[in-house]
């Protein structure tokens, strides 16, 4: 067995040999994947209300063009899907997908009673409570306190990021946030941490210390075990050198290796174009095509493709007029891509928002956003969405 | 083992207070805590001076609005409207640096703790920064005052009246946000009212609103003066009389109690204890210094379960050391990074419920920040994390911004690596331990900083100390016995 210097420095610097060593021989031992069929959910949250109508764009809708005489994307310059319905030109991917069969678009998406404030929104979509309740855990985090009690890593849920999202926090389990796995909690003082933990004798009490110390360990042992895992079948794919695309990178490796995760939660923003709105649509959406490009290819060579559910989601749409800025202000109700070899029902779900029925200038919500969840939560990764969302929500057919 | 005065007086300045201060390091084994608790009392006593950090430009710029406004209803030019975010950004920063340096120094430690209790209670989201300082004031103004007064002046602030939309609450368009929001969050108690009560308050609060200048307004013609029946009592009621009558529910004697209970005792509430206090709160008529007194003078306060029981919130967390150990931060943009990525961010709670607290505050990523801080602060590490976006706050430009300007008044909400900085003065710190033998500083250097018994073994510490002076061993095992699990508790 060889052990490349250069790697051996890193695991040094993240442990002490003797806590790595036995798992880490067993990382370069074990060289089969999960078996077929275990189910993974991407979450890619697209921060600061996305401009739906410019993303799937009713090309031959007059109000449209007429609320938008600057912002408006042209039917010549749109992708199209259908007669009526174009992509955002840089979504040339997401098109790909779509005539592959492996693109489902939710359009409407909303809850009643929205709310215009980015964190309140976001609030709510994270938690998934009604716009009149303040939940202090989130969807995801639920789905881990329902799903692993006595589970001894929260690496059940994984966040791409240097801050965990409320969506990830459950009442008794956490999801844990990894930017980069090869340097997790990078500081100067790990050695210290670790002789902390190892120096400390009852973890299995109630008090708020034992809490703590339960969750030190917890992370320092997650922290191992990503990493460990992370180097197991790392991805050889070309990705784009972005953020989004690092992240894709670092979540398809982990899908290869044999960790147990099964919700990745990741962000890209922002969205919230109030002016210049289609430089920044733009750039964001190259980021996005490109890195959900290369992911998919990925998964399709490694064949996991049909286990993967990606779904995008933003706190809110923005208006259906164009504001005197070159951009959109705050809007309500907005649409979801479903991304999946697994998909039951493939390319537009359901119509596109009626523009003629406006609320105020704003789009009717006409899906709960709840509803998905609880589709996903039950028929993807088989847990009880009912106990999970507090509510029942009916569920819907694409999975 | 009867507790120490000292531990005691420990236990009391974390919980009615900031924390010890480096200076009463001293006193702490001299004074009971009865002492020390009238102590606070009396330092808490003076009205507290209006805190005004908004900008002149600023200023000039809403008194021309008004004028103009008033000769003709003109719209503010973009670049203005721009500019007034901006400055509004700036002054809301100015404001949470200016009440956490208050924090840190001022004397009236319970007046600020106590407002600091009420600022997560009366939690509000509001981007402008003269009715954010009108709140702010209303709240320490009343802080240790009667309850009843400082409902009403919350609820007359412009901060809360925008924040909660109750300038959108009209007769025959009611909107019910304010009025659900005071019975559930601010008095009664989730369970404790009907929908119907909520609908009829709200009526009564049609007409309420503010000014630019974030003055009450009574706009009579958009008030509906039509009967109500809120909690069984019917009358032709306003704003007022319906506050009036939350305050004769004891519920909200109950409510409000147990929060403070939950607050400044334990998360775990003893329902005996907490009724007591109800009784005699409503009583009182809501005197709350009484109620405070009540509690920390009581001797169950003190009771060993109640001591080191708690995780210090961000906030406290970072005003406790920099009470014990004096800093000149030069770079306190660092301090707005860190209560964000800690999670608790003044006047940006999470939403009109406040912040959690508790176990809420800890997750991987945030504990292992806080045990970082310590190392951060002597600059034995650098920042390199990256918050997530505020779009209230960015409006979507953290990439985009032309000028420097817009680029400052962001400061803490755009992410970059960065050193904090600070330049800690140890001397009263260090001499403080000036006659401890050198075998038992760790002892003594723990028994200050934490409030539990530490599980942390000496030699363990001993290990990642400087020995080679005392002082840089004060100093380096002071650090490490910050970063650790332990500290998080107060």
Same mark, same amino acid.
């Given at each position: 067995m060889l052990i490349k210097r250069k790697e051996f420095i890193q695991i040094g610097s993240l442990a002490t040999a003797s806590m790595m060593l036995p798992k880490f021989l067993k990382a370069f031992e074990g060289q089969a994947m999960v078996p077929v069929g275990n189910k993974v959910v991407v979450i890619l949250q697209l921060s600061g209300g996305n401009d739906g109508l410019n993303t799937v764009i009713?090309?031959?809708?007059?109000?449209?063009?007429?609320?938008?005489?600057?912002?408006?994307?042209?039917?010549?310059?749109?992708?199209?899907?259908?007669?009526?319905?174009?992509?955002?030109? &840089?979504?040339?991917?997401?098109?790909?997908?779509?005539?592959?069969?492996?693109l489902g678009i939710m359009n409407s998406v909303g809850y009643p009673n929205p709310d215009r404030s980015h964190f309140r929104s976001m609030d709510i979509w994270q938690t998934a409570s009604q716009s009149t309740e303040y939940f202090t855990t989130g969807?995801? !985090?639920?789905?881990?306190? &329902?799903?692993?009690?006595?589970?001894?890593?929260?690496?059940?849920?994984?966040?791409?990021?240097?801050?965990?999202?409320? %969506?990830?926090?459950?009442?008794?389990?956490? !999801?844990?946030?990894?930017?980069?796995?090869?340097?997790?909690? !990078?500081? %100067?003082?790990?050695?210290?941490?670790?002789?902390? #933990?190892?120096? /400390?004798?009852?973890?299995?009490?109630?008090?708020?210390?034992?809490?703590?110390?339960?969750?030190?360990?917890?992370? #320092?042992?997650?922290?191992?075990?990503?990493?460990?895992?992370?180097?197991? /079948?790392?991805?050889? %794919?070309?990705?784009?050198?972005?953020?989004?695309?690092?992240?894709?990178?670092?979540?398809?490796?982990?899908?290869?290796?044999?960790?147990?995760?099964?919700?990745?939660?990741?962000?890209?923003?922002?969205?919230?174009?109030?002016?210049?709105?289609?430089?920044?649509?733009?750039?964001?959406?190259?980021?996005?095509?490109?890195?959900?490009? %290369?992911?998919?290819?990925?998964?399709?060579?490694?064949?996991?493709?049909?286990?993967v559910m990606l779904f995008t989601f933003s706190e809110f749409g923005r208006r259906v007029s164009q504001n005197a800025s070159g951009g959109t202000d705050h809007g309500t109700a907005n649409n979801m891509f479903l991304i999946s070899? !697994?998909?039951?029902?493939?390319?537009?779900?359901?119509?596109?928002?009626?523009?003629?029925?406006?609320?105020?200038?704003?789009?009717?919500?006409?899906?709960?956003?709840?509803?998905?969840?609880?589709?996903v939560l039950n028929k993807w990764l088989n847990a009880d969405d009912k106990m999970i969302l507090t509510n029942k929500y009916d569920h819907l057919n694409f999975i | 083992m009867p507790l120490t005065n000292q531990a005691k007086n420990q236990h009391l300045l974390w919980r009615a207070g900031f924390g010890p201060v480096v200076e009463e390091l001293v006193d702490l084994s001299k004074f009971s805590p009865n002492q020390f608790y009238k102590g606070l009392v009396k330092a808490s006593d003076k009205k507290p001076e209006y805190i005004d950090v908004a900008d002149d430009y600023l200023k000039g710029l809403m008194l021309g609005i008004e004028e103009v406004g008033r000769q003709q209803k003109k719209e503010m030019p973009a670049e203005d409207k721009k500019m007034v975010r901006q400055k509004n950004r700036e002054g809301v920063r100015s404001l949470n640096m200016y009440w956490m340096h208050e924090m840190v120094n001022s004397s009236a430690q319970l007046r600020e703790k106590m407002s600091f209790f009420w600022h997560g209670h009366f939690a509000c989201r509001n981007l402008n920064v003269f009715y954010q300082q009108g709140l702010l004031d209303a709240i320490r103004t009343n802080a240790l005052g009667n309850f009843g007064d400082l409902l009403k002046a919350v609820s007359k602030s412009a901060a809360m009246l925008n924040f909660l939309n109750n300038q959108q609450n009209r007769k025959d368009h009611p909107n019910e946000n304010f009025a659900r929001e005071v019975m559930e969050l601010f008095t009664l108690g989730r369970g404790n009212y009907t929908e119907h009560d909520v609908k009829e308050a709200a009526r009564a609060f049609t007409g309420w609103g503010s000014n630019l200048k974030g003055e009450f307004m009574f706009r009579r013609f958009q008030h509906d003066d039509g009967s109500k029946t809120i909690l069984s009592k019917t009358g032709n009621f306003d704003g007022d009389e319906v506050l009036d009558i939350l305050l004769e529910q004891k519920q909200t004697a109950r409510f409000i109690s147990q929060k403070i209970y939950k607050f400044f005792v334990n998360e775990t509430i003893d329902t005996e204890k907490s009724e007591w206090l109800a009784d005699r709160f409503y009583k009182s008529n809501y005197d709350i210094s009484g109620l405070m007194e009540d509690i920390f003078t009581s001797d169950w306060f003190y009771d060993e379960k109640n001591i080191g029981a708690k995780i210090k919130s961000p906030v406290e967390l970072l005003v406790g050391i920099q009470r014990m150990l004096p800093m000149k931060l030069e770079n306190e943009e660092a301090l707005m990074l860190l209560q964000r990525v800690l999670g608790q961010m003044l006047f940006y709670p999470p939403n009109v419920a406040g912040w959690p607290g508790g176990k809420t505050w800890i997750d991987s990523s945030t504990l292992m920040m806080r045990m970082r801080i310590p190392l951060l602060i002597n600059d034995a590490d650098e920042m390199n994390v990256k918050p997530k976006d505020d779009d209230d706050q960015t409006m979507g430009r953290q990439n985009t911004m032309e000028n420097k300007e817009e680029r400052k008044s962001l400061k803490g909400f755009i992410p970059r690596r960065q050193m904090i900085n600070a330049n800690i003065d140890w001397s009263l710190y260090v001499k403080n331990f000036e006659n401890t033998e050198k075998e038992k500083l760790v002892d003594s250097i723990s028994k200050i900083l934490l409030q539990t018994k530490s599980g942390v073994d000496n030699d363990l510490i001993k290990?990642?100390?400087?020995?080679?002076?005392?002082?840089?061993?004060?100093?380096?095992?002071?650090?490490?016995?910050?970063?650790?699990?332990?500290?998080?508790?107060c």
């Open positions: 009713p090309i031959r809708n007059d109000i449209y063009y007429r609320s938008r005489p600057r912002l408006g994307i042209e039917k010549t310059k749109a992708l199209s899907l259908t007669d009526e319905v174009g992509l955002h030109p &840089a979504l040339t991917g997401f098109k790909e997908l779509y005539d592959d069969g492996s969807w995801v !985090g639920r789905y881990l306190d &329902a799903q692993c009690s006595g589970c001894d890593k929260p690496t059940q849920a994984i966040e791409i990021d240097d801050v965990l999202s409320l %969506a990830m926090k459950g009442q008794n389990i956490n !999801g844990i946030a990894v930017k980069d796995p090869r340097r997790l909690y !990078g500081t %100067a003082n790990e050695k210290f941490f670790r002789d902390v #933990l190892k120096n /400390h004798k009852n973890e299995s009490g109630e008090k708020p210390v034992d809490y703590l110390y339960k969750t030190m360990a917890q992370t #320092l042992s997650s922290a191992d075990y990503i990493f460990q895992q992370s180097k197991l /079948h790392p991805s050889s %794919a070309e990705y784009p050198k972005t953020d989004l695309g690092n992240s894709m990178k670092t979540i398809a490796s982990l899908i290869f290796s044999d960790i147990n995760t099964k919700v990745y939660y990741v962000s890209l923003g922002s969205f919230d174009t109030h002016v210049n709105q289609e430089m920044q649509q733009q750039r964001l959406f190259t980021e996005m095509n490109e890195a959900v490009k %290369a992911f998919v290819k990925d998964l399709k060579s490694n064949n996991r493709f049909n286990d070899g !697994g998909l039951k029902q493939k390319g537009l779900i359901n119509s596109l928002p009626d523009l003629n029925d406006l609320d105020e200038g704003d789009l009717k919500y006409k899906v709960d956003f709840k509803n998905v969840y609880a589709t | 290990q990642y100390t400087d020995a080679s002076g005392r002082e840089s061993f004060i100093k380096t095992a002071t650090l490490q016995i910050m970063s650790t699990p332990e500290y998080q508790l």
